[in-house]
């Protein structure tokens, strides 16, 4: 044979097995995935009307008074269940950079020296002799052949849990957004009902002088004074109770922005530029909800629990190491690089699970129903995104209808008002007519209140269930697939 025939050989004799084990190292016990078929209906809201899609403007075109925008950003900067999403994140990525390094041999460098006396009666030669051994080498530590994907599978796992945190950022980013915008509006709803109480309280001291006055002309009766004074310390108690209520919203703003509040001027909660969303079609396809934040989340949980299951698997063959090392070794020092002196090992080792007492069985039947949790986990949170969105639209009308009614409701009431007074005067009437008018007017004004924040804060509600709200100047198009993410971002 000739030279050439004879280092293609010896070429062959080494790089086919080679290639053979990398060809194993690619295979995988994991089962195929399959996304779980969707457990609501096809189309969300209004079956009769399903629009493609919808472009959700970022949330500073949502909401543009500059007051809310400093909360929110600040919020961002600040809030600490954020913070610890993020760290969340670094220690995911972090874990799926450890797994990923399994799949590469360990190599390091080592040098070791030693010098052992041994006395005279314990040597062979009857006196006492110095030894010596120096060393240096490159070894490779137990580099396990992921030949049945045990190592592949683990690192799948790591990079899906990876992704799982990485949405569950996105998640808390959203959150955190709705959440500052719907406690902001809390306390502007609560500052209007206490400047409403204050005006009530105001108008129930002139009701008492009046009624005083007419009771020391002889046209009035006790009972009425009694009646106005009455209806005076419920104002006053129901100020003190809205003085309450807006300290406590400022509190749990303040928590959520993560540091003290600046000075926020009084705004009117009837102002249509508080929260600006854009038409929502009555009726969208299912398909939207794919695209949540947490969603996203639950289906990265399953593929980890999917991959944790070729990993279960591959625990029932064997597992096959190689440690080795090559350097050179001499009794002196100064003899550690001279001819001769060359030192290697090699020692691969076979392990066979053979009895375990039912461990790895029972492993693979965790590893089996931690994924058919994590199904549930998936499709429950795609009903919970069902729910929420459904009712926030089915909401919105009905509101904006309710809101109108109440609207209608406090001019009734006011004229009402109006007349009882005028007929108090006249003496037509006594004054508990106008003490029934006044209480409906402040509950009217009260609802008023409430129904208009109930619409905002459906607005903003509607906004966050469909995955709006991450970024800042960034529109996010719902309803149509985006690309799926195999890969850490950054």
């Known amino acids: 044979m000739s030279r050439k025939g004879k280092a293609i050989g010896h070429m062959n004799r080494y790089t086919l097995p080679l290639l053979a084990a990398l060809a194993l ?52 900067d600040n809030n600490r269940d954020l913070r610890l999403a993020m760290l969340d994140v670094a220690e995911a990525r972090a874990r799926y950079r450890i797994e990923g390094a399994a799949l590469l041999p360990s190599i390091s460098a080592n040098a070791e020296g030693a010098r052992q006396r041994l006395p005279a009666d314990l040597n062979q030669t009857g006196a006492s002799t110095v030894q010596s051994q120096y060393g240096v080498n490159v070894g490779v530590a137990s580099y396990e052949l992921d030949l049945f994907g045990r190592v592949r599978s683990l690192k799948q796992s790591a990079l899906q849990s990876y992704l799982a945190t990485e949405e569950a950022r996105r998640s808390a980013r959203i959150t955190l957004v709705s959440e500052v915008a719907n406690a902001w509006l809390t306390l502007m709803a609560d500052r209007e009902s206490l400047r409403i109480s204050q005006r009530t309280l105001s108008a129930q001291q002139q009701s008492v002088d009046l009624v005083r006055g007419r009771v020391d002309l002889g046209l009035g009766s006790e009972l009425d004074l009694r009646q106005a004074e009455a209806a005076l310390e419920t104002a006053r108690a129901n100020q003190a109770r809205f003085q309450r209520r807006v300290d406590a919203d400022r509190n749990a703003l303040a928590v959520l922005v993560g540091g003290p509040l600046p000075a926020l001027a009084g705004e009117d909660l009837d102002d249509p530029t508080v929260a600006v969303l854009p038409e929502v079609p009555a009726g969208l396809s299912s398909s939207v909800l794919r695209q949540r934040p947490d969603i996203l989340r639950a289906e990265h949980a399953l593929r980890a629990a999917n991959a944790n299951i070729g990993a279960a698997r591959a625990a029932f063959f064997p597992r096959i190491s190689l440690t080795g090392s090559a350097g050179t070794a001499s009794a002196e020092l100064s003899g550690l690089f001279e001819g001769g002196s060359k030192a290697w090992s090699f020692s691969p080792s076979v392990s066979l699970p053979i009895f375990s007492g039912g461990r790895n069985r029972a492993n693979l039947d965790v590893a089996e129903v931690r994924r058919d949790q994590n199904v549930a986990r998936y499709e429950q949170a795609i009903q919970t995104a069902f729910q929420e969105v459904a009712d926030a639209l089915a909401a919105r009308n009905s509101l904006s209808q309710e809101e109108q009614a109440q609207s209608a409701l406090v001019t009734a009431t006011e004229r009402s008002l109006a007349l009882a007074e005028a007929r108090y005067r006249e003496g037509a009437d006594d004054y508990l007519a106008v003490l029934d008018a006044r209480r409906n007017l402040l509950d009217a004004r009260q609802q008023r209140v409430a129904v208009t924040l109930n619409k905002l804060t459906n607005r903003v509600t509607l906004y966050r269930a469909l995955g709006g709200g991450e970024q800042a100047d960034q529109a996010t198009l719902v309803g149509h697939a985006t690309a799926n993410q195999d890969a850490p971002r950054g």
């Open 25 to 76: 190292g690619g295979c995988s016990l994991a089962p195929d995935y399959r996304q779980p078929a969707s457990p609501v209906p096809a189309t969300v809201g209004d079956s009769g009307a399903p629009g493609d899609g919808v472009m959700l403007p970022g949330w500073r075109a949502l909401f543009p008074d500059p007051q809310l925008r400093q909360l929110i950003n600040t919020a961002l």
